[in-house]
């Protein structure tokens, strides 16, 4: 019997993941969350399948190992090389990942239009968000591209207004949605720090088309999921979080800061 | 005795390295090089000095026991952060970093102007080259911008002149020597991945500007450092080199070519 006053696991290679933890929190205020970003090792996104498993499985075991009710791999690397293998490895214990709640979600918005999945180049390489779309609807048309400077324009704050990145970040976001200029779309974001560029992305798009994030579908899914489950979703936790970073817990703090919206008081240093 | 015969060993965090091997084999044609790419933990730029350092002592361990004459450190973040660590553990076997090199050559470049470094934000903010700059002429005035898109931005091909990306690298490259547009300027490229935006860099620039790039200053010292230590410089060896990568060498080799500027017909996956 798994404890409801346990917190929910929540692991990233770094500081992106921080986005769909503020989702989780914000859909389910009451819960206690324990979030550990592998900073030693970020980004997963360039690594080999193989590897990713590798510090998935650690990165979880260290969740597990400090006792938790529910795993979130807030990856989207993670999710596509390493899920069923941690579903496996920790069962009975619930496994969330980011793919498939997003995909399903943009497969029901786009109905008979276009999706356009933005995301990593190992994600799009991948290929798990095309797999997941076509599986929710098969008649879908479906397009994917590779924003590669996106995760490291997010880390260095350059969505922030200073003038000399407003040039380069507008550049780059209307680099990602040129040639897709109609409002039958629906824009994926498959990436957990691009949420982030969500209101400045729009300025780019024709009005009507959606814009649908793997962060807040996730955090839906989970909620969903647990609150489903007898005694699972806690509501004497006093929404308590604790964090984890695998190096550099000041830069952990204050990159991380700016995904989960609000200052990051500490951070504890693990080794995996 | 140090066997002439060894190769040199060479390692980087990943592929960034290998503009730096590719100025080392120029300077010594008959020299055999081996070069590990630590691609499973890449980039070092964003980890902590202690995390780089042990990084650094387990990719020179490495290198060290397959027998080699000499260690090039090919990463600013390594050789800031261990390269006093790394001399003196494997001592008396000389070990070159990439940082002290470029400094002198930019110093004396300068002579009484101005010196911009662009390098990493985690070199910038480290502060090695600015340091051995003022070590080698007190009175330069220095200045440091960091570049944090651009490690992407190279590996990613960015650097090419397909139609999309020339906007996206031209407002970056535009960006990084705003300001600084005066004919009394040496600007030193910090960061092994840049060598490869030097001759776009200089449309930017004004006109009698130096660039120093660390790669070439680098790969004389060893060669001028090897060449005064009798019975070093192999004359024999036939310029054979060995790929090593702690992930993904299919990527290594892919990327490692553009950097290398030739193909890297295999490479070897290690584990540290």
Not at 39 to 48: C, E, F, I, M, V
Not at 190 to 193: E, K, L, R, S
Not at 230 to 238: I, L, M
Not at 262 to 265: F, V
């Given at each position: 019997m798994i404890e409801a006053s346990l917190p929910i696991g929540v692991f990233d290679s770094g500081m992106g993941g921080l986005t769909v933890l503020k989702e989780l929190q914000s859909a389910m205020p009451a819960e206690s969350f324990i979030y550990l970003g592998d900073?030693?090792?970020?980004?997963?996104?360039?690594?080999?399948a193989h590897t990713v498993q590798q510090y998935a499985l650690q990165a979880s075991s260290e969740l597990v190992s400090r006792g938790v009710k529910a795993l979130v791999v807030a990856c989207n690397t993670a999710s596509a090389a390493a899920l069923p293998q941690l579903t496996e490895q920790f069962a009975p214990l619930p496994v969330f990942g980011v793919i498939e709640p997003g995909a399903r979600i943009a497969a029901q918005a786009a109905a008979q239009g276009s999706v356009l999945v933005l995301a990593t180049e190992g994600t799009v390489m991948d290929g798990a968000y095309q797999r997941a779309l076509l599986a929710t609807n098969p008649k879908l048309k479906i397009h994917a591209r590779a924003c590669p400077l996106w995760v490291t324009l997010a880390e260095q704050g350059y969505?922030?207004?200073?003038p000399e990145s407003v040039t380069i970040t507008e550049a780059l976001l209307s680099h990602a949605v040129r040639?897709?200029?109609?409002?039958?779309l629906t824009v994926l974001l498959?990436?957990?720090?691009f949420p982030i560029f969500r209101d400045k992305l729009r300025t780019h798009l024709k009005a009507g088309v959606k814009i649908v994030d793997s962060a807040q579908t996730t955090a839906q899914q989970v909620a969903y999921a647990l609150g489903r489950v007898?005694?699972?979703?806690?509501?004497?936790?006093?929404?308590q979080i604790k964090f984890l970073a695998t190096d550099g817990v000041e830069r952990f703090q204050r990159v991380g800061a700016y995904f989960f919206g609000?200052?990051?008081?500490a951070a504890e240093l693990v080794v995996l």
């Open positions: 900073s030693a090792r970020l980004p997963y996104g360039n690594k080999s969505a922030s207004d200073t040639g897709f200029q109609t409002s039958h498959g990436c957990t720090h007898a005694g699972r979703v806690g509501d004497k936790n006093h929404g609000q200052a990051i008081e």
